[in-house]
């Protein structure tokens, strides 16, 4: 995910550097914009450094100093169709003022208005401007616009001055711009243990047994419970992705080895999240060498480890949900699955459906707990990550409330 720090002229401006940093931690790009007084404090440079992208300084290539051209002249279009957030901070009283009015003279004040994107503004300035009637008014002209307002902290002022108006604090503002793109940080202390990808059942040498799971829905929950504020252990069977940067990864191939990796990993989790598709069936007796085509070949199986079985025996005050690829009696199977492996919830998707589910970028499930069932219509997989952390977060809510009141 992207997103836009406008950084506007003010003292405040060099904590910006700061933003990006905390922002990356969470695995988000971010590209800077600067108004024209932002390079009065600090250098345009620093921000390349730290974010890897081009900082864009100008409203076209010849403010500065390049070579003209179409791309330029329409770049604010490129940069506000592919962010999925803007972020202002500092955000001073003359860019608010635009903001409100509509007014469009700068790169950072035509993406505002060429963004369809969330916008956060985290302002910093005197106490007086930040008093006067005109800001307080043009403040809620975007408050009920749906931009949302970090609120300045009180105290000290660079001007000498005491009262409203300081910058908020780095992580109150970069918590706001991740609740802006769906990562409320309501996984802050959590442990979440994800299982992802399918598992590879050796058949000889150069031969297995396995599924169509690409791992992109357990990559996705990893990816979404990182940015809502947990660790994350990800435990993964083969897949062509590159594994999550933000999670603790571990690479398993057989179920066998999956079921060992997650009992390791079992105590210190406090959430647990099923998605990879265990392979149901292991070889009894592989080949240790390539078994040559003569014909007919049978294949001896048994039964894999039942990992959340397991998990349900073994676990204590954990979450455990678990997923259900189905392609028939979709809800009742699943239903059937949460009570008998003891789940607190599970996630069931019709995988005989063309275009999710397996090997694809979108699903359409349905999570169901002992009390409800959510139907999550087509979607991405990262929207279907977020409504499976919601709802662990309800569970945890929940079972909170409940041994609160024992």
């Not at 506000?80 to 700068?106: C, H, W």
């Not at 789940?343 to 397996?358: K, P, T, Y």
């Amino acid at each position: 995910m992207k997103i836009a720090l406008g950084v506007c002229g003010g003292i405040a401006a060099y904590k910006a550097a700061e933003i990006v940093r905390l922002l990356q931690d969470r695995g988000i790009r971010v590209q800077v914009l600067m108004t024209a007084s932002a390079e009065d404090f600090i250098r345009p440079l620093t921000f390349a450094a730290l974010s890897g992208e081009k900082v864009i300084t100008g409203m076209f290539a010849a403010d500065t100093g390049a070579e003209p051209n179409i791309d330029s002249a329409i770049e604010h279009i490129a940069v506000a169709q592919s962010i999925d957030a803007l972020l202002v901070a500092p955000a001073t009283a003359d860019v608010i003022a635009k903001f409100a009015q509509g007014i469009a003279n700068d790169f950072l004040t035509t993406l505002y208005l060429a963004t369809t994107a969330p916008v956060v503004i985290a302002p910093a300035m005197n106490v007086n401007m930040w008093d006067h009637p005109a800001t307080q008014q043009n403040l809620e002209v975007l408050r009920k616009r749906g931009v949302k307002i970090v609120e300045p902290g009180s105290g000290y002022l660079a001007c000498g001055m005491t009262g409203p108006g300081r910058l908020a604090e780095n992580q109150v503002i970069v918590a706001a711009a991740l609740e802006a793109l769906g990562a409320a940080q309501d996984l802050v202390g959590e442990t979440v243990l994800i299982t992802a990808g399918p598992t590879r059942e050796k058949i000889d040498p150069v031969r297995y047994l396995s599924n169509r799971s690409s791992g992109r829905m357990g990559h996705a929950l990893a990816e979404a419970a990182f940015r809502r504020g947990a660790r994350v252990l990800l435990v993964t069977g083969p897949t062509a992705l590159r594994p999550p940067s933000v999670a603790e990864v571990t690479q398993v191939e057989s179920a066998d080895q999956m079921r060992d990796a997650v009992l390791k990993f079992l105590p210190e989790a406090s959430i647990v999240i099923k998605a990879a598709a265990v392979g149901d069936y292991t070889i009894i007796n592989p080949a240790d060498q390539k078994v040559k085509r003569t014909g007919p070949m049978t294949l001896e199986l048994s039964p894999t480890a039942d990992i959340l079985g397991e998990i349900a025996r073994r676990k204590n005050s954990q979450i455990v949900i678990g997923f259900a690829a189905e392609t028939q009696s979709i809800i009742e199977d699943a239903r059937k699955k949460l009570v008998s492996k003891s789940l607190d919830a599970i996630v069931a998707n019709d995988v005989s459906r063309e275009g999710i589910g397996f090997d694809s970028e979108r699903n359409a499930v349905t999570i169901l707990t002992a009390d409800e069932t959510i139907s999550v219509p087509e979607t991405s997989k990262w929207e279907v990550a977020q409504r499976v952390l919601d709802c662990a977060v309800q569970l945890k809510k929940t079972r909170s409330v409940i041994m609160g009141n024992r």
